[in-house]
Each structure stands twice: as structure tokens, then as C-alpha cells.
């Protein structure tokens, strides 16, 4: 969709506004004059209304673009203009219609049945209705049931935006203007699916695209209501990890579920719970996992399709695929695990699990020879993080008139550069480090009074940036103080240490060191005797470690894998 339409559409406030001006310029694209439905009639933009010079204005703006409103671009309008803090906050997003019909017509076909009249088909997170028009064009080939029908009976819906309910209706009616039906009975509702009032065991198909929120996005009552389902019950779950149990609760017997979501659940520790859960209802789960491809664009979001039916058939068949490559379920070469097989605590390695089992099982495991760390998190890096313009004896220079102590620096790398880099010094920066140890290397807190006495200059340049550092976990940070890091891992002395980077491509590079007063942000650091370590640095380099990083670790953009600790944890160190 161009640029330019879609900046006119933002600068539109009024959600009531955007649906008149939307539908109005449907329906004239359409060439529809004759309108029966009184959602729709209501909608409309006539000469003597005060949105009329708006909607020429937006009809010259798509001339100029030869853009004709039809109806899967509509449902793009309607999706994009969603605020884009409900899209932080209630993970909205856009599905591309050939993802749509691809999982709702393998969910129909899974259904195994010729009898489509009764059948009921819920999306518990509609958004504005992508997947209830697919399934409704679907049962309207299938049956010789009427629109209006087929939405009394057949179609049912949720979402938490009152909006988005509204956008759904408003789809429906459209996609069935040619019956001429004056009133229509919808089964859609503003609802959140966390507390959801529909039947168990109440439908045979559902469909969607559960929402995107990561935990530390969400807001507190979203937190609370979390608690209440037991797959959420490790780590800190994102938002879409209750809808695969929601979704599941409310499906008959042998029903499907089909949703796109991330696929991280298959190996994270946010993920453990879903796992388990998959693994005591022993259902039969299909993914087709997209890898490193970002199937959405405005996210760099990692997804997979995933099919669900409610049996006991205690499989679970996996693929990778592109998505401009998909074909039938059935053509698809998948590899089939059976739940014991797998590990749910440990996470699925799918792709190739009996290689990594045999990796696992054999010498000692990583994570009981070497302790592994995430570098300093101050929350702030812009803040405390420089490379000083010029020094002289006792200060470092941030910029010309920016004086900052030496004493109270120390030196920092980003261990994620270490692969652009050939020269390690290139690397180091300084960092503004308000903390002192003890005698067993345990950082304390440099207390204020101490700290303006001793580092005066620092302080002062701390006080202007205040008000930027407040700003931290949405202002409800609990600090020593107001200047104090964000959190306060790694920062205790080390001295033999191994960084590497946390995004990693075959080939990347390591840095040993050990000098404890070089500390690391953004990757990794892996911590033991020198001669451990030195050996660590050989085995990164093996064939065999990069194809168990390739089959465990999770799989990133451009063919880089994440080397956290629960990826390395147990890999099988000879």
C-alpha cells in the first residue's frame, strides 16, 4: 500500500471516521449504489456531510495512485489504522491473505468431513476478520447456506478492541452485500480471550493469528489474568503462548486449530510450559516452521504455522519451509517425533533430533564445566557507554565539554561487534561504572553522598540526563538510585573469561582475556580456568558444535543462531 495513502489515514483520529470513509470509498470504487444493510447505510458519506471534502480528498490521493479499494486492500486500510499503541500493546498485526488461506483451507481439509452445515469456526483474536472471511467464503462454496445463515450459525468471533469488532462487522456485511440482508445477528465480540466466556469443547475449527506481545510489553492486568493458565507458568511467557491452551480448551473432539505464531515456544524457556502442556494432551501437532524468513514486515518477528487436533495421537510432525514455497500439508516432507522422544523442559530440537541427542548424551555437559553470562544491562547504554574524544590525566572527555573521571570508568566491549572487528582494541569503550567490590568481588552500589564527593564532574553529567534515565522500565524501576544500572548482572569481577557474540554466524569469532576490569555488554561471556576456556575457543571452531548450534539454537534472520545459555547448556563437551 503506498506511503502516501496510508499517512493521510493516520492523521485520522476518529475510528468512526476511518469506517465511513473507508466503506464510502468502497462502495464507489464497486460501484455499488444500492445499499439494504442498515450497518452499512448508517456508514455512508453523502454531499451534505462534513466529511465530504475528506473522502474527495482520499478518492484523489488513490486516483493518483490507481489504487481500486477492493476488498482484501479494504481489510489492510482497516488493520494498519489500529493505533500503534494498541499494536504494542494487544500485538495487532496484519496476516498476508495468502497465509490466511492457506491455514484455513488446510484446517477444512483436516476437518475430514462433508458436512460443513453445522460446523462451527471461532478466531479468538479476530482482529478486524481476515480469517472469518476466508472461513465464510469457504462455507459458502461448501453449503447452500445464505450469508446471513452462515454468520448466525457458522461464524463466531473475539477480540479485545471494541474497534476491531466493529471492523469485522462492517467486512461481513460488505462481503455479503449482493443478498441484500437488512439486519444481520453477529456472533462477534469485544472480549478479552484471556477471560473467555465461550464454551468448552464448542467448536470445530479455529483460526487465527494470536496477538504479539512480548511479557515486558505487557500491562499489569494482562499479567495478572496470565497467571490463570497454567501455560504460563515458566519463565515470562509473551502473550500468544495462552492461546495455543484457550484455543485447545475450546475445541471439540478431533477438532483443528490452525494459527501463524512465533515459533520460539518450540525450544525457549518461556516456552516450557506450552510444551508440557502439548505433551499431557498427546495432541497431534503439525508445524511448518518459516526459520529465519520474517513473513510480516513491519516485525522482526519469527513465525511458524501450526496445526492442532484435539486426539490423543501423541505426534508431532515438523518441516521447514518458505512461505512462498508452500504447498499442501500432505506433499510437505516432515520429520515425525513422538512426545517421549522429546524433551519438554529442555526444549525440541526438531530439525535433527536424534543427532543432538547423541550430541547431548555423550562427555560432560557445557553448562557443568563453564558458567555463562549476559553482559551489563544498564537499560541506558547511550547514557553510560562512550568513547571518550580525548583524555589527560584525570578525565575522560565524552565530548569537549563533558569531563568525566577516570576513576569511575571501566573498559567495555560489545562482544556481538566481535565479528566485524579484527583488531580487538577497536572494541573497547568506556562505561560509567557506579560501583565498587569487596574483597570477594561482589559489586556495591556507590552511595551518593560518596559519589559527588569523589566523582563530582560525572555526577553533574549524570543529573542532565535524569530525566532520560527515569524512563526505565516505563518509570517503575526499583533502584539503589536514580543512576544506578538497570539491573545488576555481571558486574562482579572476573578474570579468566571467554566472550563471544549472542547472534552468531558459522565462523564467528571468540576473544579470551583476563583482565578483570573489562567488562561486556549486548552478547556473551563464558566463565572458567584459562585452560578450560582455551579449550571452549577450540571446540566453537568444530563442525560438530556449529551443526548442534544449527539444530538446537533458534534460528535468526540471515542464517544467525542465538547462543544463550539454554542453547548451550547441554551440549556434550568430550
Known sequence: ?????????????????????????????????????????????????????????????????????????????????????????????????????????????????????????????????????????????????????????????????????????????????????????????EEDSLLSTWDKNSFDLILGNPPYVCSRNMNDETKELMKEWSTCKTGHPDLYIPFFQIGYELLKEDGILGYITVNSFISSVNGRAIREYFEQQRASLTIVDFGDEQVFQSRMTYTCLCFIQKNNNGFISYTQEKSNTLHELKELAFIEEKYEDLDSFKGWSLSNNTYVREIESRGTPFGKIYGTKSGIATLKNKVYIFTPIKEDDKYYYRDESTPIEKEVCKDIINSNKLTKYDNFDELVEKIIFPYKHNKEGKPLFIEKYEFIKKYPKTYNYLLTQKELLSTRDKGNGQYPDWYAFGRNQSLELRKEKLFFPQLVKKGFKTFYNENENLYFYNGMCAYASKKELLTLQTIMKHNDFWKYVENKAKHYASCYYGLGRNYLKDYGVL
Open 1 to 189: 500500500m503506498n506511503k502516501e495513502i496510508l499517512k493521510f489515514l493516520n492523521k485520522i483520529d476518529n475510528p468512526l471516521s476511518v469506517n465511513r470513509l473507508l466503506v464510502s470509498i468502497f462502495l464507489i470504487h464497486k460501484e455499488i449504489f444500492v445499499v439494504k444493510n442498515s450497518l452499512i447505510k448508517n456508514l455512508l458519506i453523502n454531499k451534505n456531510d462534513s466529511l465530504y471534502s475528506t473522502l474527495q480528498e482520499f478518492s484523489n490521493i488513490l486516483d493518483k495512485h490507481k489504487q481500486k479499494l477492493c476488498f482484501e486492500p479494504l481489510l489492510e486500510l482497516f488493520e494498519f489504522v489500529i493505533s500503534p499503541s494498541d499494536k504494542l500493546i494487544n500485538g495487532a498485526i496484519y496476516t498476508p491473505e495468502k497465509i490466511r488461506k492457506y491455514i484455513t483451507k488446510e484446517s477444512f481439509f483436516q476437518l475430514n468431513t462433508n458436512r460443513y452445515e453445522n460446523i462451527k469456526v471461532v478466531d479468538i483474536s479476530c482482529g478486524c476478520g481476515g480469517f472469518l472471511i476466508g472461513a465464510t467464503r469457504v462455507l459458502k462454496r461448501k453449503t447452500d447456506k445464505s450469508y446471513k445463515e452462515i454468520f448466525e450459525e457458522n461464524i463466531f468471533g473475539t477480540d479485545i478492541q471494541g474497534y476491531s469488532v466493529e471492523r469485522t462487522k462492517i467486512l461481513l456485511s460488505l462481503l455479503a452485500n449482493d443478498e441484500d440482508i437488512e439486519e444481520i445477528k453477529f456472533n462477534i465480540k
